[in-house]
């Protein structure tokens, strides 16, 4: 197997902002690197740089083994970039935009006209495909960015914030393409906000903060690191909420938090092999549960255990803000 | 399937392309990113109000407010004042290039393209090339309503044609100019001020509105006599009408090389470091 991502030493400022300070990433082939951090963490600032459109102030950055500022052209051949801003023409159709972009890149009209159709077809924009692009939902729009991003079937693909604003089912579906290009042989970078989305696509994690990777493991390693999930229990009958707390108590060892109103029973665990135990007991008990689940922790609570401070939101709201008036 | 994405995969690094970008594939780009302007107009046509509008509310006011005064007769002045609009509308028509491109920029379809293996220069050829649309708009525009209103072309059709294939040429390098404005614009709202600011007085400042300068102060007729646009209008009123051309084609392809040979430069190094 071959890092076909490279990156050594990556900076890069905006005036006194250290947008990336210090990221080195290596990706093997064929695997889905998770890039998770809140926002103004430098995940965008890395895509672009990875993808050719930022020159970093310090560092290098190859894919394949091309260097993305010396061999940029064909850096660009190999890659599909999706950013986190939609970069469609709204005024061109859907089907118009793709052949346009597979014109581009120099296929031929009937195998453009071929590939947009195909595109259209596995992202469900076929009946939307001869409408202008400021008349699709936002849904539509990622999907119709992803599928331009893949017009020439690219080895690497880095989707920034590929789910984020989406529904559940468009989100599912954005997954299941994630997914796809994995399984083509497709090595995938993407950005994410969701702890549950990095650990239900990625074969790695690197958590980013500050322009730094503070973490950088499997999902698994993230999880145990990151400290504890959370052991969820409802009772069909709302009555018995009492005695299921009890078997919650005695397996987990921990106090539960019951509401009794809803019949909700939640317990921190270490041991995601409670859930097994939990079920048991429920059975011997002849506990019916409408629910029993682990939890993830929430981004907030990994950036807490890993790095002792919560994403810093307040900051994140204003630089937010700022990334808006500048685009 | 999976043989083929397999093949596709080993044979990916022989079907990269060169670490350049030919000539030839540029203008290819080019076209593809000309067409889709386009495109554009024929999902919305009222993109092109402007460039329909504005010369006939300037070739109608300004040949019964002036006519008059300036000929002697609104169809004198018609003559004169016709291959002159030609010339001011089709700088006018150059500025929505430059807000057209900050919104592209705005909107991150530039992010695409810079992402895609094609040459930097493609998206903005395309652009001002895919904008001839509107250079054409103008000059049929004021070919009609002109001749409606009673303008004569001269009778060689040859010598009318180089006079818009001039006014085109004029167009193109004068486009660099826009599409400068637009990338050092901060934002689409203000391109069209930063526009005006070289439009105006290159328009006004000519020989546009009246063929004799002289009753201008000095300072002015020497503005004037300079700049490119009365360069361009004598031209035309040569080549539309009739009349000794002198050296005023040569002033103005010069000056068209001259626009462009400084422009694009600019234009190019503002768009790469935008975004
Ligand atoms: N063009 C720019 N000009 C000035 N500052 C910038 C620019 N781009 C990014 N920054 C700053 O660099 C830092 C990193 O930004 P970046 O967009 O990479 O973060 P992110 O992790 O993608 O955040 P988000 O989750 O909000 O998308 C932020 O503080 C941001 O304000
Ligand atoms: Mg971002």
């Known amino acids: 197997m071959s890092q076909v991502i490279r990156a050594e030493g990556l900076r890069k400022r905006f005036g006194e902002t250290r947008a990336l300070d210090g990221v080195d990433l290596a990706v093997e082939e064929g695997t889905v690197l998770g890039v998770l951090g809140p926002n103004g963490a430098g995940k965008t600032t890395a895509v672009r740089v990875l993808a050719t459109l930022a020159k970093p102030d310090e560092g290098r950055a190859e894919i394949c083994g091309y260097d993305v500022m010396r061999d940029a052209t064909r850096v660009r051949a190999l890659i599909g970039l999706t950013g986190q801003y939609a970069s469609l023409d709204e005024e061109l159709t859907g089907r118009e935009n793709l052949v346009m972009i597979g014109r581009l890149l120099d296929l031929p009209r009937a195998e453009a006209r071929a590939r947009a159709a195909g595109l259209l077809e596995r992202f469900r924009l076929s009946d939307a495909a001869g409408r202008a692009v400021k008349t699709y939902s936002g849904g539509m729009r990622r999907r119709l960015d992803i599928a331009a991003s893949m017009i020439n079937r690219p080895r690497v693909v880095f989707l920034d914030e590929p789910t984020t604003g989406l529904d559940p089912r468009a989100r599912g579906e954005v997954w299941d393409t994630v997914r796809e290009m994995a399984l083509d042989g497709a090595t995938v970078l993407l950005t994410t906000q969701y702890l549950e989305e990095a650990d239900a696509l990625a074969d790695r994690i690197a958590v980013f903060d500050h322009g730094r990777v503070i973490e950088d493991g499997t999902p698994a390693e993230l999880k145990a690191r990151a400290g504890r999930q959370t052991l969820v229990v409802r009772a069909a009958e709302v009555f018995r909420t009492e005695q299921l707390a009890a078997i919650v108590a005695e397996l987990t060892g921990e106090r539960p938090e019951v509401r009794l109103d809803a019949g909700l029973v939640t317990a921190p665990v270490t041991d995601p092999g409670v859930l097994r135990a939990v079920v048991q007991r429920l059975d011997e008990a002849g506990l019916v549960a409408a629910e029993v689940a682990l939890r993830l922790p929430s981004l907030d609570e990994v950036f807490l255990s890993l790095t002792g401070h919560a994403a810093d939101a307040a900051g994140s709201a204003a630089e937010e803000q700022l990334e808006g008036s500048v685009r | ?275």
């Open chain 2, 1 to 275: 399937m999976t043989t083929m994405t397999t093949m596709t995969g080993t044979t990916a690094h022989d079907a990269l392309p060169p670490a350049r970008i030919s000539l030839r594939r540029t203008v290819r780009h080019s076209l593809t990113l000309a067409w889709r302007n386009i495109a554009q107009l024929r999902h919305s046509p009222e993109k092109l109000i402007d460039v329909t509008l504005m010369p006939l509310v300037f070739l109608v006011l300004f040949l019964y407010v002036f006519g008059g005064a300036v000929a002697g007769s609104t169809h004198a002045y018609l003559q004169q004042l016709l291959p002159g609009l030609v010339a001011q509308m089709a700088m006018f028509a150059t500025m929505g290039l430059g807000t057209a491109l900050s919104e592209d920029i705005r909107k991150g379809v530039f992010d695409r393209f810079r992402s895609l293996p094609i040459a930097r220069s493609a998206p903005l050829i395309g652009t001002v090339v895919g904008d001839t649309v509107r250079f054409l708009t103008v000059v049929v525009v004021l070919s009609v309503a002109g001749t409606a209103l009673g303008f004569r072309f001269g009778s060689d059709p040859l010598r009318v044609l180089a006079g818009f294939a001039l006014a085109y040429v004029f167009y193109l390098a004068f486009s660099w100019i826009s599409v400068m404005v637009g990338l050092i614009a901060p934002s689409p709202e203000t391109v069209q001020g930063l526009a005006f600011m070289f439009v105006m007085p290159l328009t006004f400042g000519s020989s546009v509105f009246v063929a004799n300068t002289s009753t201008m102060p000095g300072w002015l007729e020497t503005w004037t006599k300079m700049n490119p646009v009365s360069h361009l209008t004598d031209a035309l009123r040569a080549l539309l009408v009739g009349g000794p051309v002198g050296n005023h084609v040569w002033i103005t392809l010069a000056w068209a090389v001259g626009i462009v040979t400084v422009t694009f430069p600019i234009a190019m190094r503002m768009y790469a470091r935008r975004a």
